[in-house]
């Protein structure tokens, strides 16, 4: 069976089981269901519910958490005949957020500032791991020989600790007197030191359990949820075998792209998982399945950054497989598996960078990890997708002392700004040969005062009028003007008919340059996108780089990511269009194609081939002053050009 490394395509299956069940747990349960599951999906893995967020195990542990009653034993079928189909099977557990545990354990719940215990978050340095979490997850592992675990409800579930122990072993080990006051409330003296803290009482809890299982289980394999994502953007400081998280199942394809993207910049095993259905329809609430071709976009967006794919649907309340929407997802299947050479595991061709700042993440979100924020980086990355340049999304320890491998970095909208020290080490960047992109006014702000070479003007919140060509007019609300010896790129005004001002220049600096856009481009894009946008953010990067794939035009939205395998270049075209954003529209069997996809690629020569995947199929081009240009005639929603040297 193949580890999680060598795994590209998965199904994942959960109910977060909880009494009363309808039915004794496996009841309906066939064998027949999971070994046409195996060979007609042929996943390389299969996750399936073992403990969701309600505490409640759906097999008959020797725990004490199982629910009351069993028609035999699900979970060792389930382990038989993924064995005998050679499927690996991996189990969905949830951690730290646990209802049954910390409602019989009060004294193991976080408590929170009213000293209350938290409804569903353990305590992370209390003794959870070692009386519940580390012996259920061995005796799944020694005694059932499942493959490994997906552990939901992780960092995101995490909550600040306020019990007296942990107050204690702040000030021991920070050597900080909190004088009887609770760090509680933003504001509060030491409330962003004791939240980071936290933060760390959650790796070491993290490390304790990977660790340990790791010691008595050296091949079970282990992901947190979103740990070490763009939840918790940070650099990698436990021993988990995989990275994972599961995107939100609306607007999946721009959350696909970010979190992807992020998560992809570790440079671990790394997969995300898609939601099968969208939820909370109307006032009534309720599930309604996408259409196979939704979750084939969604897919093309994670493989084509070169990671893994697996698609979630629910199990019925008795642990029971839905075939009927597991035998809907064969087109998916037939549609990865060919593109599984062309971009698993291959890493991004450094071109541009968006900055997803830690430190203004811990300082902005409203608990110790989560998204909070996160719209202004993730529709900005949308943004640059959608303007055809391949892009990542970085954090700060990726960047130190390696600014200078890429061409362009982007600083998006702050709310809490960055830490001198980064701000210093982007400016020299820039001031070395590096060029850097800065948008909305916080941003731009604070690059200014500390010595970027430009000033803001004054904060204007009515509807203004901006253009890039003076021809084509957009509007936007809460700009700043851009005052520079630079080049102005983006105008803005009052009346369309008067010159206006500077929305957006591109300043030299030193050997370098700096753009200053000065309205958050990215988060208007988001709210309300308007193809003026897309047109400025290309002209200031025309202005910034020379990439090393160009999208000339494109009939249609078309997604560029020049990715790196076996020392070859898998130029990633994926088709962006759709009503993917909106929640006027929940599904939609029909997403246009992109047509007449005209490309150029710079090259120190001719290439010998240019080849389009997984078709096979050569593609005519054309060279000229070190630039081979092509045209792909149609990306229906995935397409791979491999250059062929």
């Known amino acids: 069976m193949k580890r999680r490394s ?9 109910f977060h089981a909880s009494p009363p069940a309808p039915a004794p747990i496996g009841s309906t349960l066939r064998e027949e269901d999971i070994r046409e599951i195996c060979r007609l999906i042929r996943p390389d893995f299969i996750q399936i519910d073992c403990k969701g967020h309600p505490g409640w195990a759906s097999y008959p542990t020797r725990c004490g958490n199982a629910m009351p009653e069993f028609s035999g034993d699900p979970l060792a079928l389930w382990r038989r005949v993924t064995r005998e189909e050679d499927v690996a099977l991996y189990l969905h557990y949830s951690g730290v957020f646990d209802q049954k ?35 259920q997850l061995t005796e799944l592992a020694v005694d059932y020989g499942v493959d490994g675990v997906w552990v939901d409800g992780e960092c995101w579930s995490t909550e600040a600790d306020f019990r007296p122990e942990t107050l204690a072993a702040f000030e021991r080990e920070t050597g900080v ?13 030491y409330f962003d030191e004791y939240r980071d803290f936290c933060r760390e009482l959650f790796r070491r809890y993290l490390r304790r359990y990977v660790d340990e299982l790791h010691r008595r289980c050296p091949t079970f394999q282990i992901a947190s949820n979103w740990a070490f994502s763009d939840h918790m953007p940070e650099a990698v400081s436990a021993d988990v075998d995989f990275l994972s998280g599961d995107f939100s199942p609306w607007d999946s394809v721009a959350f696909a792209r970010y979190a992807g993207r992020a998560i992809a910049a570790q440079h671990r095993t790394w997969d995300l998982m898609a939601w099968n259905f969208r939820t909370d329809l109307g006032p009534q609430g309720g599930f309604i399945p996408k259409d196979p071709v939704q979750i084939l976009q969604e897919a093309a967006m994670v493989v084509s950054l070169g990671g893994g794919f697996q698609n979630y649907i629910t199990q019925y309340r008795d642990g029971a497989p839905r075939m009927d929407q597991i035998r809907r ?40 990890f989560s998204r909070t924020g996160c719209e202004r980086t993730a529709f900005l990355t949308s943004l640059f997708c959608d303007c055809g340049h391949s892009t990542e999304v970085v954090s700060e320890h990726h960047l130190t002392g390696r600014c200078a491998d890429w061409p362009v970095l ?17 400016l020299d960047y820039a001031a070395g040969g590096g060029s850097l992109m800065l948008t909305g006014e916080n941003t731009c702000r604070l690059f200014a005062e500390a010595g970027a070479p430009f000033t803001v003007g004054p904060l204007r919140t009515d509807p203004r009028a901006f253009t890039v060509n003076g021809r084509d007019f957009g509007s936007l609300l809460n700009a700043r003007e851009i005052l520079s010896d630079g080049e102005t790129v983006v105008r803005v005004s009052d009346d369309p008919r008067s010159p206006g001002a500077a929305l957006a220049a591109v300043i030299p600096f030193g050997r370098g340059l700096v753009a200053a ?109 070190g630039r081979a240009s092509f045209t792909v005639p149609a990306v229906p929603i995935h397409s791979v050009v491999e250059v062929v040297e």
Not at 590 to 607: G, H, Q, W
């Open 6 to 14: 060598d795994s590209f395509f998965g199904l994942h299956f959960d």
């Open 101 to 135: 545990y910390v409602a019989e354990h009060p004294d193991q719940a976080a408590r929170r500032a009213d000293g209350t215990p938290s409804d569903k978050a353990t305590w992370t340095a209390g003794t959870y791991a070692d009386d519940l979490l580390i012996p």
């Open 177 to 189: 007197s909190l004088n009887g006051r609770l760090p509680a409330r933003r504001g509060d003296p």
């Open 329 to 368: 997802m064969l087109p998916v299947a037939e549609f990865l598996r060919p593109r599984r050479e062309w971009c698993f595991r291959g890493r991004a061709h450094r071109q541009t960078a968006i900055l997803l700042s830690t430190h203004d993440r811990h300082l902005e979100s409203d608990s110790l």
């Open 410 to 426: 982007v600083v998006p909208e702050l709310n809490f700004g960055l830490a001198p020290e980064t701000v210093t080490e982007l």
């Open 517 to 625: 856009f000065g309205t958050d481009v990215g988060s208007a894009y988001g709210e309300h996108a308007q193809c003026l946008h897309r047109r400025a953010v290309r002209a200031v990067l025309d202005r910034l780089y020379d990439p090393l794939v160009r999208l000339d035009g494109a009939a249609g939205l078309v997604e560029l990511t020049a990715l790196e395998k076996d020392g070859r270049l898998l130029i990633q075209l994926v088709n962006a269009n759709g009503c993917h954003a909106g929640r006027a529209v929940a599904t939609e069997d029909y997403i246009p194609p992109v047509t007449a996809v005209r490309l150029s690629l710079r090259a120190d020569r001719r290439p010998r081939a240019l080849v389009l995947h997984p078709e096979g199929t050569p593609l005519d081009f054309s060279w000229a002053d």
